[in-house]
């Protein structure tokens, strides 16, 4: 199971959880945890990243029954579609090719 717990307001001085308490929390409960805000946006991405990527490494490892839906996850569709090769447009061999107006 993949489990983060994110700190909130990491932007701020005062706190009502420390960053020292939230990690602690974690290592003891055997969760990730990370710090972000929602002001600054720091770690936020991130902590979608991290859990989606600990999720594919607990696939990968076969930490999950996949045939049990109650893990919410599902193989998708192989090979259903062949694959396309697109070109890429040529580009003008000078810029003076380009007009704005």
């Known amino acids: 199971m993949a489990i983060i717990l994110v700190g909130n307001k990491c ?3 005062r706190r009502e959880v420390s960053a020292e308490e939230g990690a602690q929390f974690a ?7 990370l710090e972000t805000s929602a002001k600054t946006a720091k770690n936020v991405e991130e902590a979608f990243i991290y859990t989606a990527r600990k999720i594919y490494d607990n696939i ?31 580009m003008p061999e000078s810029r003076s090719s380009f007009s704005c107006c």
């Open 11 to 13: 932007d701020l001085e």
């Open 27 to 33: 290592r003891q409960n055997g969760l990730i945890f």
């Open 60 to 90: 990968l490892e076969d930490v999950y029954d996949l045939s049990n839906e109650s893990y919410g996850i599902k193989y998708g569709p192989t090979n259903q579609y062949s694959r396309v090769k697109l070109d890429m447009p040529s």
